[in-house]
């Protein structure tokens, strides 16, 4: 019943934008922290974007840093990825991934883009961008 769903996912035109969502199903996405991630064929799975379980710290990769914004919606059990002035090299199959528990030392789930940090995954949603 623990579950992590991601949507939104489709064919762009290069330049457009889509919205991903990550909703929670069996736990609550409030006070986790949630990463996005891609993975291209034949690449490996790289970070994109987190945000801590507090909401008050993110981060981003140098190649989405100022086209995408990640947020969440704590009421929904959503977290969101709005993706703007997408690139070919955007297309990737987009994951989001949850780590509820929070850190011994500092009462948060803190943000990391770092596959291992995460306990639960999404199944995948794909973005294509392309003319």
């Known amino acids: 019943q623990v579950q992590v769903v991601e949507s939104g996912g489709g064919l762009v035109q290069p330049g457009g934008s889509l919205r991903l969502s990550c909703a929670a199903s069996?736990?609550?996405?409030?006070?986790?922290?949630i990463g996005w991630f891609r993975q291209a064929p034949g690449k490996e799975r790289e970070g994109l974007s987190c945000?801590?379980?507090?909401?008050?710290?993110?981060t981003y990769a140098d190649s989405v840093k100022g086209r995408f914004t990640i947020s969440r919606d704590n009421a929904k059990n959503t977290v969101y990825l709005q993706m703007n002035s997408l690139k070919p090299e955007d297309t990737a199959v987009y994951y989001c991934?949850?780590?509820?528990?929070?850190?011994?030392?500092?009462?948060?789930?803190?943000?990391?883009?770092?596959?291992?940090?995460?306990?639960?995954w999404g199944q995948g949603t794909q973005v294509t961008v392309s003319s």
């Open positions: 069996g736990f609550t996405l409030d006070g986790s922290a």
């Open positions: 945000i801590s379980g507090s909401g008050d710290s993110t």
């Open positions: 991934a949850a780590e509820p528990t929070p850190d011994m030392h500092t009462g948060q789930a803190m943000c990391v883009m770092t596959k291992v940090h995460y306990d639960y």
